[in-house]
């Protein structure tokens, strides 16, 4: 039941462990820098401090809500992450799986259009322009609306 | 009354500098922003097209109808891109 | 891409030292055995050594065709698993987490009502009966059919 | 022609052992499956409900119509019910 942002790499299993003790499904999703073919030599991530934590905590604690959660872990990173690196992981247990998906993606869905983050690509020859927020993103998340 | 005014992203390098203290009467969001873009130039281009701008007030989400009063933190920043 | 059958317990994080390289998004479902509020000591498994492993192999690639994965990971346990232990793991990496996720769905769908396992619960008494295959878990197969 | 049957789950606790050696003239599973009822109580009660019965012919799921020519093991479970 947290949320944490920081600008160190973690390790996904450090961060699982004793996760989902006496539950019976958990999900993980880790987000890594995918490197475009070598476009791309690392991303820039900027966040609201103080603002994006308290965000993270309240969502969490929504999705607990609305999908009977167990638990629930939420870390994403800042700063500068070479290709290769993870970006931010989302962990879920519940009793069954389909609860723990769904609430899996439910974060993930709001995290990549409504979570205080702000990313730039740095290629070969240094920053790109800042990343403009993507359709799809906005359309993954309105499926959970109404 | 005053106020700390944040940027994020190509906002805050299209300002200048990433957070400043401002003397303010303004009632509303809305009001605040026409006073910024005032300012100076970089002020002006980076609120310059709203729709592409996003705001949070005392850390939460608001409109540019939002009221001000008692408000210590406002921050301009564009539609957030996760991770 | 590899799927596994074994009476060992298992460790999530050695099962996926460098998974997902070079992709952009990992998905990871673990199960575990639920005490059912102390109804439940261990669950025990039975399985079709020969006929398990070859439908595990063929069922992750048929997954890795259908969504595009850059990798997979199935691991299964048989034998007697006390309440709280791992049952089974399932990873699946992708470009993109949409592909992630429906990926890992798809092949927990076809774990609970296609691959050749057998359970039933051992209670504080001893073992119950077998284990009924259920509605809803053949329900949720249905929708990639088609 | 000689085929090895498997039993599991409570196929196997019914007929009281996981797997025997059979002599058969069956063309098909259904003609395999008459035989084995007939021998005796026990295989007659874990076969009698075939709805409830899932067969695979050299590890490969089948149905009661599938062919034995060639075949070297036939399985008998319930239908499966995953980890």
């Known amino acids: 039941m947290s949320a944490r942002v920081q600008s160190a790499p973690f390790d996904l299993a450090a961060e ?17 820098v995918r490197d475009e ?11 609201y401090p103080g603002m994006t934590e308290k965000a993270l905590q309240a969502y969490g604690e929504e999705a607990a809500r609305r999908f ?15 290709a290769g690196e993870p970006i931010m992981m ?10 723990a998906f769904e609430a899996a993606e ?27 927020a993507r359709a799809e993103d906005e359309d993954a998340l309105s499926r959970w609306q109404g | 009354m005053a106020l700390d005014v944040l940027y994020f992203a190509w906002l805050r390098e299209r300002i200048g500098h990433p957070r400043e203290r401002i003397e303010t009467e303004a009632a509303t969001v809305r ?10 130039e970089w002020h002006a281009a980076a609120l310059a097209d709203l729709s592409a701008v996003r705001v949070a007030v005392d850390q939460e989400l608001a409109d540019l109808d939002a009221p001000l009063a008692g408000v210590r933190e406002v921050a301009f920043f564009p539609p957030m891109t996760g991770g």
């Open chain 2, 31 to 40: 009001e605040l922003v026409a006073q910024l873009s005032a300012m100076d």
């Open chain 1, 90 to 99: 989302v962990a879920t247990a519940a009793r069954h799986r389909a609860a």
């Open chain 1, 16 to 32: 699982l462990a004793g996760f989902g003790q006496g539950s019976g499904a958990v999900v993980t999703f880790t987000g890594l």
């Open chain 1, 37 to 47: 073919g070598g476009r791309l030599v690392a991303l820039e991530i900027e966040h």
């Open chain 1, 68 to 82: 009977g959660l167990d638990g629930w872990r939420i870390l994403h990173r800042h700063g500068r992450l070479a």
């Open chain 1, 106 to 132: 439910y974060l993930m869905d709001w995290l990549k259009s409504r979570a205080p983050f702000w990313k730039r690509e740095i290629g070969p020859d240094g920053p790109g322009a800042w990343v403009d």
